[in-house]
Every structure is written in structure tokens, then in C-alpha cells.
């Protein structure tokens, strides 16, 4: 289980992320919403254990530690961070990402061999920069779960690549609530589509309410003093 209270971090002039709490299990999927970039890339780098929060808590499986978030989490597609390079072929991507598997589940994991298993042959051609967004998420889940390890999949604005929620909205759907093998997915996006009916949370979600402006008091040069009163009878 993934759980975060009071997670946030601090920026150079405004919160990177302001205080934000959530929770999910395996089997389920969590869309977070934000309206910044770097805001919901800020989440979904301390989700994963990416990145060190300036406060709050954020553990998978009722552990406190980093390095097990880190261990169990997957960071899918995070612009600026780990998302695939344009001048790479699909062939050299998945070459890269499967010799960043742990040695021991790694096993004689080549690209051919792999893509062929996975039916990513036909695009296994292309560039990454000319994937059409539903097997640009397909393809880099797919290599995220490439690790037996893998509980949690963090996908950092899914949405950005297309307005269309069928291009993203159903593979997370499958990937949580797949029998064989369920995972805890959280995807932080601009905005919960119109189908979703499905748990939402919201970054800042746990931001201290702003103060109620205390209500305004009669002006004291506006009163009239005891004396006044008198003279005024």
C-alpha cells in the first residue's frame, strides 16, 4: 500500500508541492490532479522515492523508508526526468531500460527477443518520438514491469500527449486491475476525465485552509465618545 501525509516540498519562491495526502492499495488506481507540470512531476518524483521531501511522509507497505518506496515504485514517462529521449530508436529504448533491471531478474533480457514477446514488434522500428501516445504507454509500462519487483507504477501526465482519455485512462485500468498480477498505479494529470468515476485526489489536498478575514469592527473615528453623547442631548 502506498500512503502519503503532509508530503510536500519546498520550491524557490512558491511550494514545489504543497502538502498533499493520499493512499492506495494494489488493485487500484488513483488519479491526483494538478493544474502546474511541475508540480504533478514534484509528486510523482517523491511518490516513487525520486526525490527527498522537505516534510511530510510518504511509505509503501507500512515503511517509512525510502529505499523500499523506491524499490517497489516504478516513475513512468516523467517529462524532463526519465521520459524516452526523441533521438532514440524503440529498439536502442528498450535495450537501455532492460539493462537497468537488477542482474539478478535481468536473465538474457534482449531487445528482439523481448519485443517479440511483448508484441511491440510492430513498432520496434520506429522512433520514440514517433509512437502515437496509446503505445507510447503501453510500451513504457510494459518496460517498467519488466522488473519482477515492480508493485507501483507512478506515471507522471499521462494526459499531456493527448487530449483523448482513451489513450491512456484504459491501459492504467488494466494494468491495476489485472488479476494476475495487481498493481497500486497513481497518475498525476491536469484534469479527471469525464468517464472517471474512480477515486480522485487533489495536489495541496492537505494545505492549511486559509484564516477567515476577521469581520470588520465600527471605526473608532467614526464613534462617538461618551462626552459627544452628552453635548450631542
Known sequence: MLSALQLHA?????PLLPPTSLALGRGELLLVTGDRQDQRTALSLLLSGRMKASGGQAGWDNSPRT????LAAALVDSP?????????SVRDLVTEDLALIPRRYRGALLSGPWLKVNRFEDIAGLWTEQLEPRRRLELLTALALANPRTDLLVVDSPDRHSADELTWLPRLQQLAYDGGRPLAVVAAVSAVPGSWDGPVAAIGNAAPEPAPAAEAGPDPENQETPLETEVAK
Open 80 to 88: 524532463g526526468v526519465n521520459e524516452p529521449e526523441e533521438h532514440l
Open 10 to 14: 519546498k520550491g524557490r519562491r512558491d
Open 67 to 70: 529505499k523500499q518506496l523506491r
